[in-house]
């Protein structure tokens, strides 16, 4: 889920500023409105649809997730079109099970169910859509509540399990069916008859949640001539009539009650169904007996014209063969439509359209004789006009004292004609009214012509359902005398007479499920008896108030820098009605965090960190703006923010679609620092250095840095050392420990961060990168960093040009065997003083190119006869740049051409010893005679010239060494006799020949 914060940011800044920049929002998501009651084990459907979008025809993905009651600020994942692993794991069983499933119902709507429903499945579910464009414009999610009740509704059927009877008898079977839900719900009841070898039951009839009576297919006919009935006796017993039955009617009997409650969008859902006991009904055919009886039923008018006001009364004759010992049942029918109805015994029964009627004393209906029924209609009014008839049912009596009813017989056809008085009552009503959820209903009937009491009676239907009647609400009579109707009295409805010309209702509170057709009926009164009464009907439309109440966020600036202030508008427009207002913050992909609730009587409860936010309100004539103001914006002050409207009047508690989210960006500001550093830099190998980098721009005063020295090397950078903003110094992964050593940090004032780097190496060559990175403190003393700013130092390490040089002087040396040959190797200059040397003595014959190492010295004073010849070599080491070899008592097969060759070193951290020039001396040409070779070589070339030359050079030699004698003999006298220890001849120092000479050597 970390994914999501850098790119939640984003979505907010593009969804923010496409706001700004398109003005009203575009995309629009919508669920069904709640809170939806469902019950524990019922399914549960909430639709999603999305509108808006550039591209209606491209399927829009959408996500379901729900907040429980028990922790209202975590947000639950529950399934997604797009991913099958969004669902948390509490979740996963179920949607791999379909228990849990969501389907596309069209490119931009979804249908998200849960088969059957869990208690902990309550809370508030969201549907959000992705968005796959590229900006925001709109609100991509929407949310309902859901609630989960016990399931209460009982069913239970008194009937045996088993009952038998004959073809024509009567059945009675009686279900009781009940439900103690708290909320407001109705029921309905169907009677299912399922006969063997059926795979499913048929309905035999059934009372709908809006009282109307259905007969199942096939029933129709039966149901029509009375042969089929159902009657609601009492709150709960609903009690099926069965007369004549058929072979067909054997089977399983039950009934069926369903559960509904209005959704907020007026629809009605089935929240729970259960169903009685079975009954199994045989029935075994009998002999089908000639009916003999002659059955006549007639009716007839007191008067067949009447005005408004006059009294109706309809006698109905019956006459049959043995009548004394008959039952009959007999309805009186105004085009097909059933008055009312005497039972064999001679209970009355009213149809639902003249219920009211009755109640008001309009209707009265009775049977005044053996053979004579009378219905009474007074005051009659003028759509009592039309055709009248009389129909009359046999009833044969069973021994079990059930009636069993025989076909129908009509009469003829009785035509009434009612017209209006000339100067009689009249009514006048608004045609259509509309209101707005929550308000008070106002309706006023205007009567006119008025001559005596009146009584007014306020009457209502749904137009949900095209067979609703008209239901009372209130009454008042013509004493003044209020009565409400059972339905309306825990709501506040009251009826007034304010005029004689004037009647009121007022219903406060209303809901959407308030719409409908008002009907105000004014009856006129003389000495207790009604003359006249008239009717007006009026069209209310009840809008829902998130359809007159409209809530938007926006904002001037929503882009700022840490530290500045960010003002929110939460407008909401519509009419004055207590409200609860919500400002919530969601970060990044979080849940929405409350800031504060601002209740209808302006009490303000805080619900999270308050420092930073102010509220301010401003009323004005269709709306209210509600000010947040955040005062020194910091990073956790950024994200979405959301307004929520909640609206709570006495029968209205409903939380509106939140508003448009607007992400407030908080930046960081733009980085002022200014560097500089030490200028490029070339030094030699083993030289110290130290590279500075210094803040020349003025500090914040809460101004902290992290300094990192990177060095780049061949297009790639590694960090040197680095040091927070709290001076933690750390080396970074690719500086090996021995580096480490030689390598430090430190801060001085300034500030100014220097970086050594003692005995430069080769490798240490390249760009020194100075990162600072200047730390601020925002208003809640949180710290932040700014970007970082550079500055780079090219360092060079070089070798040092080596000065070491030796004496090449090349050299001819004659000599006998058996003589001492010295090989002298003199360095005349060197690199360092630090150096130390390898020198290698190298013999080759005249006449070859191979040359062959004698003897060697290492720089650690190590000794290494080349040759094996140890007892012939002796080494010497005169002076610190003076070295020499001699090869003692030398033979002819010595003869050939000396060198030595010399290695400078110096030692280094990096690489050890190593190797600073190789220099070779001058070649020695030695020749190198057998004894006896001088005189034989030299006699047959003898010259005259030559040995004269000689002679007169050995003459000279000898008066030089007398002389010299005679000169010494002399001092030596003059001196006392006294010795000396000085030998101006001796031989030069030898050194015999070890493995390894010491210092002192």
């Not at 409908?516 to 009464?533: F, L, M, P, Q």
């Not at 007159?548 to 530290?563: A, M, Q």
Request: charged share 20%.
């Amino acid at each position: 889920m970390k994914s999501s914060q850098a790119y939640f940011l984003r979505v907010n800044l593009l969804f923010c500023l496409g706001l700004l920049h398109c003005g009203e929002a575009k995309v629009h998501t919508e669920v069904q409105a709640g809170p939806l009651y469902r019950v524990v084990g019922s399914p549960l459907s909430i639709s999603c649809n999305v509108s808006g979008f550039s591209s209606s025809s491209m399927r829009k993905e959408m996500q379901f997730r729900v907040k429980k009651p028990s922790n209202p600020t975590f947000e639950l994942n529950i399934i997604s079109t797009e991913d099958e692993h969004f669902g948390y794991a509490m979740y996963t069983r179920r949607v791999r099970s379909k228990e849990i499933t969501v389907t596309h119902v069209s490119q931009n709507s979804v249908l998200f169910e849960i088969q059957r429903l869990e208690k902990g499945d309550e809370g508030e579910y969201e549907c959000s859509v992705i968005n796959s464009e590229s900006i925001y414009d709109g609100t991509y999610s929407a949310m309902t509540t859901v609630k989960v009740i016990d399931n209460s509704l009982s069913v239970s059927s008194t009937a045996s399990t088993s009952l038998s009877y004959n073809e024509g008898d009567a059945l009675t079977l009686t279900c009781q069916a009940s439900s103690n839900t708290v909320q407001h719900t109705h029921l309905s009841l169907v009677w299912y008859l399922h006969s063997d070898g059926e795979d499913n039951p048929r309905p035999i009839i059934s009372l709908d949640r809006d009282f109307t009576l259905s007969p199942g297919p096939g029933f129709e006919g039966r149901h029509q001539a009375g042969l089929i009935r159902l009657n609601k006796i009492g709150a709960a017993t609903y009690k099926l009539n069965m007369a004549q039955l058929k072979l067909s009617d054997q089977g399983r009997i039950y009934c069926k009650a369903h559960e509904w409650i209005q959704d907020p969008d007026n629809s009605w859902y089935t929240i729970a169904q259960k169903n009685a006991k079975e009954t199994t009904l045989s029935v075994k055919a009998k002999e089908v007996m000639p009916d003999t009886s002659s059955l006549v039923v007639k009716i007839s008018a007191q008067s067949e014209t009447l005005q408004e006001g006059q009294e109706l009364s309809l006698n109905c004759n019956v006459d049959s063969q043995n009548l004394e010992e008959r039952f009959f049942s007999l309805a009186w029918l105004k085009e097909n439509v059933e008055l009312a109805r005497i039972g064999p015994t001679g209970i009355l029964s009213v149809g639902p359209e003249y219920s009211g009627r009755v109640k008001e004393g309009e209707l009265r209906a009775a049977r005044i004789g053996d053979r004579d029924y009378r219905l009474i209609l007074q005051p009659v009014r003028t759509e009592d006009k039309g055709e009248y008839i009389c129909r009359a049912w046999l009833q044969d009596r069973g021994q079990d004292g059930a009636f069993t009813q025989q076909a129908a017989l009509d009469s003829r056809s009785q035509l009434v004609n009612i017209s209006a008085t000339e100067s009689g009552l009249s009514v006048e009503m608004q045609n259509s009214v509309a209101v707005n959820e929550g308000s008070r209903l106002e309706l006023t009937c205007k009567v006119h012509r008025v001559n005596g009491q009146l009584s007014v009676t306020w009457q209502r239907k749904s137009t949900s359902t095209s067979a609703a009647t008209f239901t009372s609400i209130i009454s008042l009579s013509q004493e003044g005398v209020t009565e409400k109707a059972e339905e309306f009295m825990s709501r506040r409805v009251q009826a007034a007479h304010p005029a004689t010309d004037t009647f009121t209702l007022e219903l406060d509170d209303v809901t959407p499920s308030d719409s409908g057709v008002y009907r105000c009926a004014v009856s006129e009164w003389k000495i207790n008896i009604k003359t006249n009464s008239q009717t007006q009907i009026a069209t209310v439309t009840v809008a829902p108030t998130d359809s007159f109440l409209k809530v938007h966020l926006i904002s001037r600036n929503s882009i700022v820098t840490v530290g500045e202030n960010v003002e929110l508008m939460c407008r909401v427009r519509g009419p004055r009605i207590p409200i609860t207002l919500t400002w919530s913050l969601q970060r990044y992909a979080s849940t929405p965090d409350n800031i504060l609730t601002v209740y209808s009587d302006g009490a303000i409860s805080w619900s999270g960190d308050q420092q930073r936010y102010q509220l301010k309100v401003v009323n004005k004539e269709n709306e209210i703006i509600y000010y947040l103001l955040i005062n020194g914006a910091s990073r956790r002050e950024a994200g979405g923010y959301q307004c929520w409207v909640s609206v709570f009047l006495e029968k209205v508690h409903k939380k509106l679609p939140p508003s448009n989210q607007l992400a407030v960006s908080v930046q960081n500001p733009v980085s002022e620092l200014v560097l500089t550093t030490t200028p490029a830099a070339t030094i030699d190998i083993n030289t110290d250095i130290e590279i500075g980098c210094s803040v020349i721009s003025k500090p914040s005063v809460s101004s902290r840095y992290a300094v990192t020295w990177l060095l780049q090397q061949y297009a790639e950078n590694k960090t040197v050392v680095s040091s927070d903003q709290d001076a933690l110094m750390t080396f970074g992964p690719q500086i090996q420990l021995s580096h480490r050593q030689r390598i430090s940090m430190k801060r001085t004032k300034g500030p100014r961060f220097d970086l050594s780097i003692r005995q430069a190496l080769i490798s240490d060559n390249g760009s020194y990168i100075c990162e600072v990175v200047e730390w601020l403190q925002d208003p809640h003393g949180d710290w932040y960093q700014l970007s970082p700013v550079y500055r780079t130092t090219q360092l060079t390490v070089i070798e040092p040009e080596t000065n070491l040089s030796i004496l090449k002087e090349e050299k001819s040396l004659n000599m006998s065997r058996s003589q001492d040959l010295p090989i002298p190797c003199h360095i005349t200059n060197q690199s360092s003083s630090q150096s130390e040397f390898q020198v290698t003595w190298f013999w080759q014959k005249e006449t070859e190119t191979k040359q062959h190492p004698i003897f060697t010295v290492y720089r650690n004073s190590t000794l290494q006869d080349r040759f094996g010849n140890g007892d012939q070599l002796r080494f010497g080491h005169p002076l610190p740049n003076q070295f020499s070899l001699t090869v003692m008592k030398v033979n002819p097969e010595d003869s050939g051409l000396y060198f030595c060759e010399v290695e400078e070193w110096l030692q280094s951290l990096s690489h050890g010893w190593r190797k600073l020039a190789v220099e070779k001396s001058g070649y020695l040409a030695v020749n190198i005679y057998a004894e006896g070779d001088v005189k034989a070589v030299s006699e047959p070339e003898c010259k005259s010239d030559v040995w004269m030359g000689m002679l007169v050079a050995i003459v000279i030699c000898s008066l030089l060494v007398i002389f010299l004698l005679v000169l010494k003999i002399c001092r030596s006298k003059v001196s006392g006799g006294n010795k000396s220890d000085q030998n101006l001849w001796a031989e030069p120092e030898q050194h015999p020949l070890k493995t390894k000479f010491t210092a002192d050597d």
